[in-house]
């Protein structure tokens, strides 16, 4: 075997060197060029931040005030990863104890906010913590225990889905969101934003509140705008012994509204100082999968809506014991303690122990208050005519619809006629030549005709409704089994 000799051009060889050489000097020049403007990028938001201290600095020590209502203007949204087009996003809010705490990880407060970004309008609904929901699982509790007992094991988004996946079954509405916020922090992120202002509606008076030492102590609280430390907001929005769970969930509202209201007052919430001690609280101690665009995105929409379009629901008992004493939003029930280890709990309405996920009624009340908030706007007034020779139907309805917040006043709005009706019907008042009245489009309308099912007529004046003013005249006919139990 023999190897055939060659002679390598020194030429070639160089050439490849070369060429070599570039190609690394290119590179440099581009990494170079790529960190010159990231280096400048940052340079100029520092150069801003500097500038802004140095402003807020100046008008402090000098005692000159800053215009910052332009800033009302401005939008950044599209920082949002939420899609612009759409017209709804649901929140849901939890309160738990995180630490050291005879209730770890319980969500005693539940509340699913939906927040209509067209409308500029918030409805919130609350839901009992003594709700008996059926789990994933074969095992059935308490709707307060679903998220701690799957955190033993599974991650805190996983185990939020759980409850997520409840409350979407129990109300129809997808879950975008859900924030997670201990009691204990709470306390201290009011105190850090220099506390709240809550207009208390009535005296509340607690002599059974759990103290810190597993006893109890008196809190109190009088009728009239109270300015509330943490701890003061958090007694006020927790107390239920002299009340219900229902009084204190509305409660937990009136302390969010005051919430909102104290941040989004442009002294404090372009306050420096303030924004970076309420970033490092946020980001510490909120558990949330909304991302930090998002919250801020969510932050300038809320600046927007006011406190008039911000609507607090419940779902409550109060037809249990009396009809007569029967309340709006009654979509639940006590059932017999012996049937459930002598735990009190709570059924949804038509719900029995063998079939627990009965929510035809409260999944009706959710598409209202969710999907019609203009029915809590407009409150048109409902009276109801009965042509049957069924006596107490009118004032059956009159309940049923009541309990949905329909405007059916307690006095003058129920008649009867002596003529008879084969078919129900609805009939409003509307002026077509004026454009004056209640229009055919009318959401109030739109939502009654899913509870009716009865043809809707326009017309100049009522034949038994007497009471003045704009309104809707509701008469019952033979066919109303069709929609009435």
Not at 61 to 78: A, E, G, H, R, Y
Not at 130 to 142: G, M, N
Not at 340 to 353: G, K, Q, R
Request: hydrophobic residues 40%; positive net charge; contains cysteine.
């Amino acid at each position: 075997m023999s190897f055939k000799k060659s002679k390598i051009k020194s030429e070639n060889v160089w050439l490849e060197i070369l060429n070599k050489i570039n190609t690394i000097q290119n590179s440099y020049k581009t990494i170079k060029r790529k960190n010159l403007i990231s280096w400048v990028f940052l340079w100029v938001i520092w150069l801003s931040v500097v500038i802004w201290l140095a402003i807020v600095t100046f008008s402090v020590v000098w005692n000159f005030k800053i215009d910052l209502s332009f800033l009302k203007s401005i939008n950044i949204t599209w920082l949002s990863t939420n899609d612009p087009t759409k017209e709804k996003i649901n929140i849901l809010l939890t309160w738990v104890w995180w630490w050291v705490h005879q209730w770890t990880d319980l969500t005693d407060t539940i509340i699913l906010a939906s927040i209509n970004t067209k409308k500029k309008i918030v409805t919130m609904l609350s839901l009992p913590r003594d709700l008996y929901v059926s789990y994933p699982t074969w095992w059935a509790w308490r709707i307060n225990e679903l998220y701690t007992r799957w955190l033993k094991n599974l991650s805190e988004s996983k185990s939020m889905s759980f409850l997520k996946d409840k409350i979407t079954e129990i109300t129809w509405e997808n879950i975008d969101y859900y924030v997670n916020i201990d009691f204990e922090w709470f306390v201290k992120f009011v105190d850090l934003i220099d506390w709240i202002k809550v207009d208390v509606p009535s005296d509340l008076t607690d002599t059974d509140y759990p103290d810190d030492n597993w006893w109890y102590e008196t809190f109190s609280v009088k009728k009239w705008v109270q300015n509330m430390n943490g701890q003061t907001a958090l007694k006020y929005a927790r107390s239920r012994h002299s009340t219900s769970d229902f009084d204190r969930s509305l409660r937990q509202q009136l302390v969010i509204k005051a919430i909102k209201d104290k941040l989004f007052k442009l002294e404090y919430i372009w306050n420096p100082l303030k924004i970076k001690s309420l970033f490092y609280a946020i980001s510490s101690n909120l558990k949330t999968d909304l991302s930090l665009t998002d919250i801020i995105s969510l932050a300038f929409l809320g600046k927007n809506i006011p406190n008039e379009n911000i609507y607090s629901f419940n779902l409550n008992t109060s037809c249990y014991d009396n009809i007569n004493l029967c309340e709006k939003w009654w979509f639940l029930y006590y059932w017999d303690r012996s049937a459930f280890w002598w735990a009190s709990v709570i059924l949804p309405e038509w719900a029995t122990p063998k079939n627990l996920s009965e929510y035809k009624e409260i999944n009706k009340f959710s598409n209202l208050i969710f999907n019609y908030p203009e029915v809590i706007k407009e409150k048109n007034e409902i009276n109801i005519v009965n042509s049957t020779k069924v006596s107490w139907l009118a004032n059956k309805l009159a309940v049923e619809l009541k309990k949905y917040w329909f405007n059916v006043p307690d006095k003058n709005s129920i008649f009867s006629s002596k003529d008879n009706f084969e078919k129900s019907q609805i009939n409003f008042l509307w002026d077509e030549q004026n454009k004056t009245g209640i229009a055919p489009e009318n959401k109030t309308l739109e939502a009654l005709s899913q509870f009716v099912f009865a043809e809707q007529k326009a017309t100049p004046g009522f034949k038994y409704s007497s009471n003045p003013g704009w309104k809707i005249e509701l008469i019952i006919g033979d066919d109303y089994k069709l929609f009435f139990k």
